[in-house]
């Protein structure tokens, strides 16, 4: 038999191999990616499943499945009633801490990220080390010294304590940079500026709708902060009704250790439950920001 007639059977079998390597590669994905999956999402079944549940059905029945009385309604109003309604107050502080503090760090990385991406001054690359620096400096090595600085200004036990220091955000700041130098092309702000357009009319008109992928981005990163921030709110606020929702459920939760506490253990796992529903809506909300900048990037090519 000749070279050429074996040709045609070896590129067969070689496809072959390829398409059963390639389909033993994607089930072996799946399988990973379905592992993943129910890893993330096993938590949050189990809040959804222990918050319908009354007291006695918590320690009666087993965890990751519905049994006894459907008491998800029931335990939902208990607890945005118990202790004079105080969920609902550290839920009104999150959201304030979450709008001003979160959107207002938004804001700032947008304005200095941009900035420092598309105009050049004395100092940049040194700002540049200083942002890279700081976003390598955890949040929590900063509490402490914070801490300090805001009682000796009278800060503390106060939502500012919260607020000023959430204002901040170094790795948003990196991120918009990075984003806004391919995301805002330097022509279009040239064109605007030939056209009469000052700065600040050129970026709110023109540079900011470019950056709303990258804006939603970081919006997204410091809004989850925000909301998750937990150990700052324990060392600045002493007065619970300035707590946030992670400070206040920790409290429920040390009650419910205590002797007789574990009546109000079922309103520790709903006001969880409440806690990621917001997070949750944002993540599904912001999602079309994120595909309209990935529609956007592929037709600019």
Same mark, same amino acid.
């Given at each position: 038999m000749s070279i050429k007639t074996l040709q045609p059977q070896l590129a067969r079998a070689s496809r072959h191999h390829g398409n059963s390597r390639e389909k033993r590669k994607s089930v072996t994905l799946t399988v990973i990616m379905s592992l993943l999956l129910v890893y993330a999402l096993l938590p949050l079944f189990w *809040?959804?499943?222990n918050s319908s549940k009354t007291q006695a059905s918590l320690f009666s029945t087993f965890g990751l499945w519905f049994g006894g009385k459907f008491a998800l309604w029931d335990n939902i109003v208990q607890t945005l009633?118990?202790?004079?309604?105080?969920?609902v107050r550290w839920l009104a502080n999150t959201l304030l801490y979450v709008v001003v503090g979160a959107g207002g760090a938004t804001f700032l990385a947008t304005l200095a990220g941009y900035g420092l991406a598309k105009f050049t001054f004395p100092g940049k690359r040194a700002v540049f080390a200083v942002v890279l620096g700081a976003v390598a400096v955890p949040g929590t090595a900063l509490a402490v010294p914070t801490f300090l600085m805001f009682s000796q200004l009278g800060l503390t036990n106060t939502i500012?304590?919260?607020?000023l220091p959430s204002l901040i955000s170094p790795?948003? *700041?990196y991120l918009i940079w990075v984003y806004a130098q391919d995301a805002v092309p330097t022509e279009l702000l040239e064109a605007a500026r030939m056209d009469g357009a000052g700065e600040f009319r050129t970026f709110f008109t023109i540079s900011l709708k470019l950056l709303t992928p990258g804006l939603a981005t970081v919006l997204l990163f410091t809004v989850v902060a925000t909301w998750n921030n937990y150990f700052l709110p324990l060392i600045m606020l002493s007065n619970p009704s300035l707590y946030p929702l992670?400070?206040?459920l920790n409290e429920w939760n040390a009650q419910s250790s205590t002797v007789g506490g574990q009546a109000i253990y079922n309103l520790v796992i709903t006001g969880s439950f409440l806690t990621i529903v917001p997070i949750v809506v944002s993540f599904l909300f912001m999602q079309r920001f994120w595909q309209s900048g990935l529609a956007a990037g592929s037709v600019k090519a």
């Open positions: *809040l959804l499943v009633t118990y202790d004079n309604g105080i969920f500012w304590a919260i607020i790795f948003g *700041l992670t400070v206040g």
